[in-house]
């Protein structure tokens, strides 16, 4: 994002992407930079793998870059939309925990854990989240080309200011809404999303006939956009993903609400995702806390405290955000190879996915990024 936002004019306190600066961009009227949910570069070399007719993959090069961590959805989409780090806008997680609200937020699509908004109308969710937005300085149009009604969500509004917002449902729709982009007049640039490999992946695994499929759709359009961007001649895209996926079997699953104590343990639900888990622990209870951690949990997770987490860098360069400390838990819970984590709401039923991320392993944090000049 850094190299990005300095190719348009703007302004960032990081440093460029090594093998993609800024100055490698500048001689081009239109950037795009089109991220699909969920395909880590494990994803992209499995699909190589397996021989079949790969139109865009097979024929274009790629660089491996890591995301961020948590390496999950929501913390990379506010990434992309604003060029700050995780440390810088807080969002740490899928599920995320706002301690001055009271309640455990799904973030994105602004609602609880018992999915209910997490605030009235009128209630200035801007003002409350104040994302830095270094995106903001890059000069020229920016568009945001998203699915369905994501461009016009509560979420995307509370964040950066876009020239123009439009949406699509399916993969030809995004592929028309590029065409517009690369045929507007003026500089700019377009950050696209495309979500559905994701779902497939957390529906039915990453190796998954459907999700396979899938992917093949997105190789065919991700090549006849490469054809226009090349016959446009100053126009790049660059085409990467917000995280990888881990395949996660039954009986790797871990339901934190049925490992007896540990709940009683928690000032509040645990927050963030299936292979990386937030807990909040009451002061009285972090000596159970960690004596059941250790003889429950110790095969599935290593166990680090949230100031080590904030303090070792791994959220990301910049000026920590003022709520950091208070979403990011008291400890961490990094899952290891092939578990997820889960906590079953009363009333509700268990939900577990077969395909996960949000932790740190290769698998998840490594993604592909290729660009077509």
């Known amino acids: 994002m850094a190299s990005i936002i300095r190719a348009r004019g703007g302004r960032s306190p990081h440093r460029d992407l090594v093998c993609l600066p800024a100055r490698d961009l500048r001689p081009f009227r239109k950037i795009i930079y089109l991220v699909v949910d969920g395909m880590g570069e494990a994803q992209v ?3 190589l793998g397996r021989g079949g007719r790969s139109r865009f993959f097979a024929a274009h090069p790629h660089d491996v870059i890591t995301s961020v961590f948590p390496a999950t959805t929501a913390s990379a989409v506010t990434t992309f939309a604003t060029g700050a780090s995780p440390a810088e806008h807080a969002i ?3 599920h995320l925990n706002l301690p001055d609200l009271g309640l455990v937020s799904t973030i994105l699509p602004c609602v609880t854990r018992m999915r209910v908004p997490l605030a009235p109308e009128e209630f200035d969710l801007k003002q409350y989240l104040r994302l830095p937005a270094y995106l903001e300085s890059a000069k020229g149009q920016r568009w945001l080309l998203s699915w369905g009604h994501i461009p ?15 949406g699509y ?16 007049k003026g500089n700019g640039l377009a950050y696209v999303y495309w ?10 695994g990453c190796v998954h006939p459907a999700a396979r499929r899938h992917l093949s759709a997105i190789d065919r359009t991700l090549e006849r956009l490469a054809r226009r961007v090349r016959q446009e001649g100053d ?15 039954e009986e790797r699953r871990v339901d934190l609400s049925k490992v007896p104590g540990l709940m009683d343990c928690m000032a509040t639900l645990p927050a963030g995702d299936a292979r990386q888990m937030q807990c909040f622990v009451r002061p009285a209870a972090v000596g159970r806390f960690r004596t059941i951690v250790r003889r429950q949990l110790r095969r599935a997770c290593v166990c680090v405290e949230g100031k080590e987490v904030i303090e070792s860098g791994v959220l990301g360069p910049g000026r920590p955000h003022p709520a950091l400390a208070g979403r990011v838990g008291d400890f961490m819970l ?3 190879e092939g578990y997820a984590f889960g906590v079953t709401l009363p ?6 996915n077969v395909a996960n991320h949000g932790g740190m392993s290769a698998t998840e944090m490594r993604v592909p990024l290729f660009v077509v000049r």
């Open 45 to 47: 070399r499995d699909h």
């Open 92 to 94: 740490v997680g899928w």
């Open 152 to 166: 016009a969500s509560r979420y995307s509004l509370a964040g950066l200011r876009w020239t123009r917002r439009l």
């Open 169 to 184: 449902r399916t993969l030809g729709g995004m592929e028309k809404r590029i065409r517009e982009f690369i045929g507007s």
């Open 195 to 204: 979500p559905y490999y994701d779902t497939l992946c957390h529906d039915h």
């Open 235 to 249: 126009c790049v895209m660059l085409v990467t993903a917000d995280h990888g996926m881990m395949d996660c079997s």
């Open 334 to 336: 990094l899952a290891k």
């Open 347 to 352: 009333q509700a039923e268990p939900d577990f």
